[in-house]
Nanobody, 124 residues
């Protein structure tokens, strides 16, 4: 049974930084791409960033590129999302997810497993 457990959310002022972590268990971590998504109240869940199984290839949504960085540590079975220059409109529940593929993907329905989410609140 795959389990994904996010941590690191909380309250931050606009312009600040925060790092999210997601610890995975249940299957061979390095074989699967990982992604981060977010969902704000009343909105659909949206793609934020993804990383392939090796960690060598990453992709970020246009809205966060240059401010957010996704990375992974396969020795620790953990994926990270470093978020800088946060904006109030980025307040949301952030979810990590594990894809069924080695290569990164930004399509929601290609992800097999999801964490419970962690709240990120950016105050103005």
């Amino acid at each position: 049974q795959v389990q994904l457990v996010e941590s690191g959310g909380g309250l931050v002022q606009a312009g600040g930084s925060m790092r999210l972590s997601c610890a995975a268990s249940g299957r061979t971590f390095r074989r699967y791409a990982m992604g981060w998504f977010r969902q704000a109240p009343g909105k659909e869940r949206e793609f934020v960033a993804a990383v392939d199984g090796s960690g060598d290839s990453t992709y970020c949504a246009d809205s966060v590129r240059g401010r957010f960085t996704i990375s992974r540590d396969n020795a620790k079975n953990t994926v990270y999302l470093q978020m800088n220059s946060l904006k109030p409109e980025e307040t949301a529940i952030y979810y990590c997810a594990q894809a069924g593929t080695l290569g990164w993907t930004r399509t929601l329905n290609t992800y097999d497993y999801w964490g419970q989410g962690t709240q990120v609140t950016v105050t103005s």
